[in-house]
Nanobody, 117 residues
Framework: QVQLVESGGGLVQPGGSLRLSCAAS????????MSWYRQAPGKERELVAR????????NYVDSVKGRFTISRDNAKKMVYLQMNSLNPEDTAVYYC??????????WGQGTQVTVSS
């Protein structure tokens, strides 16, 4: 069955960096666009970044442009989110999802990112 397992979250100080990873299994990874979402307490889940099946096209929400980078390794069935210059507003649970353009059909369990001094 389809599985998406995130890792790499944690507590980081403002201005710091984290790299999230998502391991995919149970489907032909290279056939699918992938995305990262996040949900902060009391807020709706929002799309953070998405990447097309080949890695040749990426999109970001305005609030993370220039700070976050989404990438993928189709051979390893992995998708990554490099997050730099983190600020407290980035605190959220981050989810890996299958799909990007349109509503995703599978989600990971999420990984907590907390930005605090």
């Amino acid at each position: 069955q389809v599985q998406l397992v995130e890792s790499g979250g944690g507590l980081v100080q403002p201005g710091g960096s984290l790299r999230l990873s998502c391991a995919a299994s149970g489907f032909t990874f290279s056939n699918y666009h992938m995305s990262w979402y996040r949900q902060a307490p009391g807020k709706e889940r929002e799309l953070v970044a998405r990447i097309n099946w080949s890695g040749g096209m990426t999109n970001y929400v305005d609030s993370v442009k220039g700070r976050f980078t989404i990438s993928r390794d189709n051979a390893k069935k992995m998708v990554y989110l490099q997050m730099n210059s983190l600020n407290p507003e980035d605190t959220a649970v981050y989810y890996c999802a299958r799909g990007g353009w349109g509503l995703p059909d599978y989600w990971g369990q999420g990984t907590q990112v907390t930005v605090s001094s």
